[in-house]
């Protein structure tokens, strides 16, 4: 060995099943997008709730699975961002597209002061506390008469058959203006889940994921490793925070009427969130995937059984976090080392070093 | 010129007086050794330096600076590494992302950048075959081997170890001063918390005695090991 070889190491996140899941998600994002060609407008309906519910249950997955912050208050940032898209479109008169990018701005700013107040709080207090603030949103927007108080509003008419894009799609797939306007919104929100897991995974891969995940194993040793817990948590809270107001704003466009116990309501927006994240396995990008086809399902099986259903998720999930923390994609990936985003550093030495 | 200064360090718990007036100064480059029996204060000691623990009174010199109100991350930075007694691992993070953490964080680079380095040290620390598994799966002897690599992974100008000798065979021990005395010869600044005094002395110059939270002697090794109060304090509860 005479030569000194630049480096004598590879690292790699890559796993054996690496290029069939990158095929596979291929798949599944072209056949999203060409759904609306085949498929009746329930079916788009449906596929619009559960991308809107896998974003909101990413971005939990994000607070609790990564940065250890169990947020039952992220209602808040739901009925803020698509309060403010109500605001935008119906009092300034604003494209509902660009009010949805406005929702989530205001989603965003309410988050700043909101963390300077629960960042003060830990574990059960931490979680009260969002709580409590989304409790304070929801009361101070229902005295907001122009918006229709505590009974709510609708949008303006012809507000959503407006917006860029219906009229095309009107045309092209030769559908009328509600449904046009449906399927304009499925695409949206089928775009913000492939952004928004795409942006969590590569954040999850990069130096501050690292940091995320030494934070949550142990605080005080990441601490004296140079890693700063309140910045990065602060940065993880941050970007729910934007990312479930344009969630809440666009899901508002489509239903075009908003109420302060519809767009803050604890069930909606954290329990069954929660419920997706537990059920299909917290920590993982997957899971949240997982967890929400197996919640449409359920909710379709059982939702003629009202309260019960209700009674059913609560046990189920207590069920799951008893005997498989993990959740379905956590017991499938551990039986089967199969990942379809990978984010381990895997060490190797490099075989094709040249030794003369 | 000393790397680190202490100045009349003071930390109680409650009425438990665990530092008391702590003072000495380590010069660049130089190994210490501190003893003193169970409950003496050593790693609060270490707590202090590093920012985990907060002083009621006194101040820490590092490099040149005033330290006494950095928390714990800027004082890595600045070049303090340690080693925590009780290991404590990144469980769900496998060996070689703990170091990973250390480098990138503590010495603020890229990941890029540190995964040669941390590599080498993997291999420096005996640990590479385990590079890839979880540090949750560890045993106790390798967790405190995973302690000492990290800390290098932060590029420390200081090294604190707190009782990484523990517990090891005869042969282990010896391997453990042999890395030690390699990292002391790169240059690195080490304080060195240890029972076993052989391991010790062959590494360092100078010992501090702690009793009860007070320095009660500082010195080489021979004229430390030699005087009464010592030999009645430390070595009748130890030996
Ligand atoms: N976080 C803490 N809170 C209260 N007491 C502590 C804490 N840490 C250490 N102590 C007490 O301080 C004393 C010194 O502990 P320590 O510095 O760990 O001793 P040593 O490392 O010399 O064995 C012990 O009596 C211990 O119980
Ligand atoms: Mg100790």
Known sequence: MTDHVSSAWTVTTRT???????????????????????????VIQDLFFILTMLVLAQCWNLLAGYAGLVSVGQQAFVGFGAYAMFAAVSLL??????????????????????????????????????????EVVRLSLAQWKALGGGTGTSLPSGATRDMPGVRLVADLLHVRGPQATDIVCYWLALVLAIVTIGLIYRLLRSK?????????????????????????????????????????ALIYVQKARISPDAA??????????????????????????????VFYILQNLLADYGSLYLLFLGLLGILIMLFAPRGLWGVFASRSGIQLFPIRRMLAARTDTKND | MPILVLDQLSKSFGALKVADQISFALDEGEALGVIGPNGAGKSTLFNLITGNFRVDSGHIQFDGRDVTRQPPMARCL????????IPQPFEKLTVFENLLVAASFGSNRSEREVGDRCADILVETGLYPKANQLAGSLGLLQRKR?????????????????????????????????TI??????????????????????????????????LIGIGDPATIMASREVREIYLGIEV
């Open chain 1, 16 to 42: 054996r099943g690496t290029s069939v899941a990158i095929a596979l998600i291929a798949v599944v994002i072209v056949a999203g997008f060409a759904t609306p060609f085949f498929a009746p407008r329930a």
């Open chain 1, 93 to 134: 008169g604003m494209d509902p597209l660009l009010a949805i990018v406005i929702g989530g701005l205001a989603a965003l700013v309410l988050s700043v002061p909101t963390a300077f107040f629960v960042f003060r709080l830990q574990g059960a207090y931490f979680a009260i506390g969002t709580w409590v603030i989304a």
């Open chain 1, 208 to 248: 501050q994921g690292l940091g995320l995940a030494a934070v949550r194993d142990n605080r005080e040793a990441a601490r004296s490793l140079g890693v700063d817990p309140l910045w990065t948590k602060s940065f993880v809270y941050l970007v729910a925070a934007l990312v479930t107001g344009l969630t809440g």
């Open chain 1, 264 to 293: 803050f309501s604890v069930p909606d927006w954290t329990a069954y969130v929660i419920f997706i994240v537990v059920i299909g396995g917290i920590g993982t990008i997957e899971g949240p995937i997982v967890g929400v086809i």
């Open chain 2, 78 to 85: 600045a070049g303090i590494g340690r080693t925590f007694q």
């Open chain 2, 146 to 178: 995973l302690e000492l690599a990290r800390a290098l992974a932060t590029d420390p100008k200081l090294l604190l170890l707190d009782e990484i000798a523990g517990g090891l065979t005869e042969g282990e021990c010896q391997e453990l001063v042999e």
């Open chain 2, 181 to 214: 005395r390699a990292i002391h010869r790169r240059g690195v600044s080490i304080i060195w918390v240890e029972h076993v005094l052989n391991a010790l002395t062959s590494v360092v110059g100078r010992l501090v005695v702690l009793h009860f939270g007070r």
